[in-house]
């Protein structure tokens, strides 16, 4: 079942920060986070694993809360090279089985 | 290192016609996995590989068959092509739970 992400599209502008979550209805093991541009394949940001971690790169973070079985991914004072879709990709046991992604959040950074 | 690559870039097949979506990774990764993306539905894992030798189906795996004789090669089969399977098919590498990495991708058409 995929993970929910929340919004679906956000504009901002530039120097402006963003939230994106990510909930899912089935215990996790690690939360990956992912960026595309249009017409390029995915590119790893982070992963996160349970035990309520946080993570940093450069100005975009992202916490994990394994009890309410949530992630959320931090964008602070966003810049143009920002934009893209944003997908959260989930997994429930170590290595185990797959990802399943959520079906993206749209973000758009204006100057 | 080359990464994740996919051949080929761009595919138009006729309906009922068979194929082979080739992937292949330089990084002696043990995880490899076949997503396709459609729009609005974000990345669905069609099968994925532990190791070679080891397959196992994903949410999306009816009408494609995969194999894993080597570390380095995950081909993605196409029985009988439709066209609900018109999409962008992305390849992705990694360990266990680690980062995955995306091939270019191939965008398949079916007529």
């Known amino acids: 079942q995929q993970p929910v992400q929340s919004p679906q599209a956000v504009i901002l502008r530039e120097g402006e920060d963003a939230v994106i979550n990510c909930s899912s209805s089935?215990?996790?093991?690690?939360v990956h986070w992912y960026r595309q541009k249009h017409g390029e394949a995915p590119v790893f940001l982070m992963i996160?694993?349970?035990?309520?971690e946080q993570k940093g790169h450069e100005k975009i973070s992202a916490s994990f809360n394994e009890k309410k079985q949530q992630s959320s991914l931090y964008l602070t004072a966003s810049q143009l090279s920002y934009s893209g879709t944003y997908f959260c990709?989930?997994?429930?046991?170590?290595?185990?089985?797959?990802?399943?992604f959520g079906k993206g959040t749209h973000l758009i950074i204006q100057p | 290192n080359a990464g994740v690559t996919q051949t080929p870039k761009f595919q138009v097949l006729k309906t009922g016609q068979s194929m082979t979506l080739q992937c292949a990774q330089d990084m002696n990764h043990e995880y490899m996995s076949w997503y396709r993306q459609d729009p609005g539905m974000g990345l669905r894992l069609i099968h994925y590989?532990?190791?070679?030798?080891?397959?196992d189906q994903g949410e999306v795996p009816n009408g494609y068959n995969v194999s894993r004789s080597t570390t380095e090669d995950f081909p993605l089969r196409l029985l009988s092509a439709a066209p609900s399977q018109t999409s962008v098919y992305f390849c992705?590498?990694?360990?266990?739970?680690?980062?995955?990495?995306f091939g270019p991708g191939t965008r398949l058409l079916v007529l």
């Open positions: 992705a590498s990694g360990q266990g739970s680690m980062a995955q990495y």
């Open positions: 089935k215990a996790l093991y690690s």
């Open positions: 590989s532990v190791g070679a030798g080891i397959t």
């Open positions: 996160l694993l349970k035990g309520g």
């Open positions: 990709g989930t997994e429930s046991s170590g290595g185990a089985d797959g990802l399943t």
